[in-house]
């Protein structure tokens, strides 16, 4: 599994169902989250969490979406989590309180931010700057239902922003966009994902392997940003790191280092 901070695609499996973690860590997802949450009916909450503490106690691999702050199983939850330190969490319906509290109860994992409600939007500087989080991800269905704000066209453009650039300003690494509903259209979920990353995102969540392949594409240099990058540090390398330009702009600092950056993507994305 890839550095938290480097996953692109972030695939939810129900943890009700462990004969599919297998499948779904090889799914080419850069990532799994073991959902203890939405995808788990409450009387198969225990049965789900024991599944979870054996694939991990078994050396597999994954994040775990744990239960929300306020929900009966939340505590069981972080019982069963403080014995597979390092670990990865996501919290749901995260505010600026229930992640204190869990960065407090969880020292020793990584946490991901899941903004899913009006006030986890109104804590977001606070969540971010809280020394547990490792990353913020967007729950835009939620919000949604929640909010009244439809997730059409750019309706939701300026809450999306808002998180790209508190995960900015906090040092975090980019966040990860919400995932689509649609599970046979590929050229629509790549589209979301291409969206989800114009506007600065670093990944999507996916709630099926058919949306997976579509993500990682959209995340991933295209053969033109790769041709740019690579003319871009010729030309200042040619320069001995002088005034220089190429396709007619004048190339800095903070251009040398977006080129690097999707060079380094590419190449990541190459293995």
Not at 71 to 83: F, G, S
Not at 221 to 243: H, K, M
Request: with cysteine.
């Amino acid at each position: 599994m890839k550095s938290i901070a480097r996953v692109r695609s972030l695939l939810f499996v129900p943890g009700s169902r462990p004969d599919r973690f297998a499948k779904a860590a090889t799914s080419g997802a850069h990532a799994i989250a073991l959902d203890l949450e939405d995808a788990v009916s409450p009387d198969d909450k225990p049965q789900a969490r024991n599944a979870v503490a054996t694939w991990l106690a078994s050396d597999g691999k994954g994040i775990v979406r744990i239960n929300a702050a306020d929900t009966p199983w939340h505590e069981a939850d972080i019982d069963m989590l403080a014995q597979s330190p390092g670990t990865t969490v996501m919290l749901p319906k995260a505010d600026a309180e229930s992640i204190a509290r869990t960065t407090a109860a969880l020292p020793d994992h990584a946490v991901i931010a899941l903004v899913e409600t009006v006030r986890g939007y109104k804590d977001l500087a606070r969540i971010a700057a809280n020394h547990g989080v490792q990353r913020i991800a967007f729950g835009s269905i939620d919000f949604t239902a929640e909010s009244g704000i439809a997730d059409i066209g750019d309706a939701m453009t300026s809450v999306r922003s808002a998180i790209v650039l508190e995960s900015c300003f906090a040092g975090l690494a980019a966040p990860l966009d919400g995932v689509s509903t649609c599970l046979d259209d590929e050229a629509g979920i790549r589209n979301d994902a291409l969206r989800s990353r114009q506007l600065g995102f670093g990944g999507k969540l996916c709630i099926h392997p058919r949306q997976v392949p579509a993500v990682n594409t959209a995340f991933m240099p295209t053969s033109q940003e790769v041709d740019w990058a690579q003319r871009v540090l010729a030309a200042i390398e040619a320069s001995d790191g002088g005034a220089t330009a190429v396709d007619g702009k004048m190339i800095d600092k903070p251009v040398v280092e977006q080129a690097r950056t999707i060079l380094a993507d590419a190449a990541e994305g190459s293995r």
